[in-house]
């Protein structure tokens, strides 16, 4: 997230709960803590926080300490656990 200065923050916390993560095909998905689903491009977290940091997003799941990150370039959408959606990249063009 932005401050009214234009300047990110240094951590954001946007969400906590289940969600899921639906990435582009060639994200990769090695790096993940035990206990998350993983289907063909979408990671379930069944409760978590997301953290929004300089680039990208940091994801802590089921009371994992280490948090796992993907760039922004990597994540198609965010949704909470009912569908919501928490966030959705843009097009900037």
């Not at 940091?58 to 919501?84: H, L, M, T």
Request: hydrophobic share 30%; glycine share 10%.
């Amino acid at each position: 997230m932005y401050t009214s200065t234009g300047r990110s923050s240094e951590r954001y916390c946007g969400y906590n709960g289940g969600f899921s993560i639906t990435v582009i095909p060639r994200a990769n998905k090695k790096h993940l803590p035990k206990g998350i689903k993983i289907t063909e491009n979408m990671i379930i977290v069944e409760n978590g926080t997301i953290y929004e940091v300089a680039g990208g997003v940091q994801f802590y799941a089921n009371g994992n300490s280490d948090p796992f990150y993907y760039s922004i370039c990597d994540i198609i959408s965010v949704k909470d656990s009912e569908g919501n959606l928490l966030w959705n990249k843009k097009p900037y063009w």
